[in-house]
């Protein structure tokens, strides 16, 4: 599985950015698409989660401000929607994929990370 991350960018405080991340390969095999991110001088965190199914999960810190989102016919690319950004929500975006452990056992991926940059 190979995921590549895109969208990131410069925006002012307020305003939305939509990250996506598409993934190639053998794409049947994820159960899970997670969004991380990596401030400087800071541990990367879960932002998001989407199951295969489509069940989602969040932290806490964009509960009510970022969706996550998954378009099966569309190489199963999963979007993170993100409104209402603020300054500290710049860092380094990760995709990041489990697998379905019954299909090919216990793997994970990471794709290229996407800087998004909010200014105050």
């Known amino acids: 599985v190979q995921l590549q991350a895109s969208g990131g960018g410069l925006v002012q405080a307020g305003g939305s950015l939509r990250l996506s991340c598409a993934a190639s390969?053998?794409?049947?095999?994820?159960?899970?698409t997670e969004w991380y991110r990596q401030a400087p001088g800071k541990q990367r965190e879960l932002v998001a989660t989407?199951?295969?199914?489509?069940?989602?999960?969040y932290a806490d810190f964009v509960k009510g401000r970022f969706i996550i989102s998954r378009d099966n016919d569309k190489d199963d690319t999963v979007y993170l929607q993100m409104h209402s950004l603020k300054p500290e929500d710049t860092a380094v975006y990760y995709c990041?994929?489990?697998?379905?452990?019954?299909?090919?056992?216990?793997?994970?991926?990471w794709g290229q990370g996407t800087q998004v940059t909010v200014s105050s």
């Open positions: 990041h994929a489990n697998s379905r452990p019954e299909v090919v056992g216990l793997y994970d991926w």
């Open positions: 390969g053998f794409t049947y095999a994820i159960s899970s």
């Open positions: 989407i199951t295969r199914v489509g069940n989602t999960n």
